[in-house]
């Protein structure tokens, strides 16, 4: 007897009434593709839950593809067997037997969506919890922090019995909530601003400015993979990539020094806003975290802001530096944000920029000069990359940079 399906909850979206069938169709949607290596399978969908049918194919790699569908609050690898008790009785001990270890504790958790079953739930726990500590020997009922916690459910279709529940990423499904345009620069911050504006179900597509020869295609690469980090939960991120080397020296020569950052970040996030509207996207995210660097004031944000109208979503603005590193080496994008090859954030950086810059001087400096046919241009020369884990990029191409 081996487990033949894995049961899938749904966390928030359980809160979503009517609507919840978009989201549903969307989670279906996502964990098709993250297990599109697995043929056999085949996902059921109900109106509290999903179930993954195995059909063979071996359960933990799975369910280590599962942990990064965004939608899932929990899952449970389960044994379905027929609705009388002595098959729950079998199925349970048979998963009790694979997971106990001598001195090990259990408890029995039942639930019952088919009131008409002859058991209630207390009946259920007290009738197969009897029948392990009969024939297991060395294991005791711990009710409170029991080491397995063997999950009874009873549906109107059948039995389900699990020995685990595994903590989903919970969210949204990705794509229900809309898209928005990451500005995607390659340091630590803004792929993690990405992955949880992703959490909560809004696609992205990614916006890098790159300025040759300042910067270099290894810097370049180095967002490339970035987006490859992403993508292994959304399935493919689209890459803008702006060339920004002609506007950013035109900064250097026009803008007084201490100008230069807030006029350099208002700049990109005209042409980020144009994307957006190409693009069709509904917000742009950045990985700001208030009062990090000096164009992270509440000041400078504000001049900067003031060249768009469109939502701005900043999920990092309250968190430390600490609490973004530890995210980004939960999602392996640490160490290639830290690959030394600077973007174009870290060229031509004043000694002392202005962290309280005045909107009304960044404005009055910049009409001195006429931007948009610069702007124009590097939108028009924008390049753009999928990046998809349908199709990953050879490898071999990769080391030819290095």
């Given at each position: 007897?081996?487990?033949?399906?894995?049961?899938?909850?749904?966390?928030?979206m359980s809160?979503?009434?009517?609507?919840?069938?978009?989201?549903?169709?969307?989670?279906?949607?996502?964990?098709?593709?993250?297990?599109?290596?697995?043929k056999?399978?085949?996902?059921?969908?109900?109106?509290?839950?999903?179930?993954?049918?195995?059909?063979?194919?071996?359960?933990?790699?799975?369910?280590?593809?599962?942990?990064?569908?965004?939608?899932?609050?929990?899952?449970?690898?389960?044994?379905?067997?027929?609705?009388?008790?002595?098959?729950?009785?079998?199925a349970?001990?048979?998963?009790?037997?694979?997971?106990?270890?001598?001195?090990?504790?259990?408890?029995?958790?039942?639930?019952?969506?088919?009131?008409?079953?002859?058991?209630?739930?207390?009946?259920?726990?007290?009738?197969?919890?009897?029948?392990?500590?009969?024939?297991?020997?060395?294991?005791?009922v711990?009710?409170?922090?029991?080491?397995?916690?063997?999950?009874?459910?009873?549906?109107?279709?059948?039995?389900?019995?699990?020995?685990?529940?595994?903590?989903?990423?919970?969210?949204f499904?990705?794509?229900?909530?809309?898209?928005?345009?990451?500005?995607?620069?390659g340091?630590?911050?803004?792929?993690?601003?990405?992955?949880?504006?992703?959490?909560?179900?809004?696609?992205?597509?990614?916006?890098?400015?790159?300025?040759?020869?300042?910067?270099?295609?290894?810097?370049?690469?180095?967002?490339?993979?970035?987006?490859?980090?992403?993508?292994?939960?959304?399935?493919?991120?689209?890459?803008?990539?702006?060339?920004?080397?002609?506007?950013?020296?035109?900064?250097?020569?026009?803008?007084?020094?201490?100008?230069?950052?807030?006029?350099?970040?208002?700049?990109?996030?005209?042409?980020?806003?144009?994307?957006?509207?190409?693009?069709?996207?509904?917000?742009?995210?950045?990985?700001?975290?208030?009062?990090?660097?000096?164009?992270?004031?509440?000041?400078?944000?504000y001049?900067?802001?003031?060249?768009?109208?469109?939502?701005?979503?900043?999920?990092?603005?309250?968190?430390?530096?600490?609490?973004?590193?530890?995210?980004?080496?939960?999602?392996?994008?640490?160490?290639?944000?830290?690959?030394?090859?600077?973007?174009?954030?870290?060229?031509?950086?004043?000694?002392?920029p202005?962290?309280?810059?005045?909107?009304?001087?960044?404005?009055?400096?910049?009409?001195?000069?006429?931007?948009?046919?610069?702007?124009?241009?590097?939108?028009?020369?924008?390049?753009?990359?999928?990046?998809?884990?349908?199709?990953?990029?050879?490898?071999?191409?990769?080391?030819?940079?290095?």
């Open positions: 007897m081996n487990y033949d399906r894995i049961l899938i909850r749904y966390g928030e809160l979503k009434g009517r609507n919840r069938k978009h989201f549903v169709l969307k989670l279906k949607k996502n964990i098709k593709f993250i297990l599109r290596n697995f056999n399978i085949r996902i059921e969908s109900e109106w509290d839950r999903m179930y993954i049918q195995l059909n063979g194919e071996p359960v933990e790699p799975v369910m280590l593809g599962l942990k990064k569908v965004f939608g899932i609050q929990s899952f449970s690898p389960a044994i379905k067997t027929e609705k009388n008790i002595d098959a729950i009785r079998s349970a001990l048979h998963i009790i037997n694979r997971a106990h270890k001598s001195g090990n504790t259990f408890k029995v958790s039942a639930r019952r969506s088919d009131k008409s079953f002859e058991y209630d739930t207390n009946g259920l726990n007290h009738a197969v919890g009897a029948h392990i500590l009969i024939n297991v020997e060395d294991i005791k711990n009710v409170k922090n029991p080491d397995i916690n063997l999950i009874v459910e009873i549906r109107h279709d059948a039995a389900y019995i699990s020995g685990e529940v595994i903590q989903g990423a919970g969210g499904p990705i794509a229900s909530s809309g898209k928005a345009m990451l500005m995607l620069s340091g630590i911050d803004s792929p993690v601003a990405g992955f949880l504006t992703m959490k909560r179900g809004v696609a992205i597509e990614a916006v890098h400015f790159h300025s040759p020869p300042f910067t270099s295609e290894r810097a370049k690469q180095k967002v490339i993979d970035l987006a490859h980090k992403l993508a292994e939960y959304s399935g493919s991120v689209k890459i803008h990539i702006v060339p920004f080397t002609k506007i950013q020296e035109t900064i250097h020569k026009e803008i007084p020094e201490g100008y230069s950052m807030t006029s350099t970040r208002r700049m990109m996030l005209k042409i980020t806003e144009e994307l957006r509207k190409k693009h069709e996207g509904l917000a742009i995210i950045t990985g700001e975290s208030l009062g990090q660097v000096a164009s992270q004031t509440m000041d400078s944000m001049a900067i802001n003031d060249v768009t109208s469109t939502p701005i979503l900043r999920p990092l603005i309250t968190m430390d530096k600490i609490d973004i590193i530890k995210i980004a080496e939960e999602i392996d994008t640490l160490e290639i944000s830290n690959r030394p090859y600077e973007d174009c954030c870290t060229i031509f950086t004043p000694p002392s202005k962290t309280r810059p005045r909107l009304e001087k960044v404005v009055s400096f910049e009409q001195k000069y006429e931007w948009e046919p610069l702007l124009s241009e590097a939108i028009e020369n924008t390049e753009t990359i999928m990046v998809s884990e349908r199709k990953k990029q050879n490898d071999n191409d990769v080391q030819d940079l290095f």
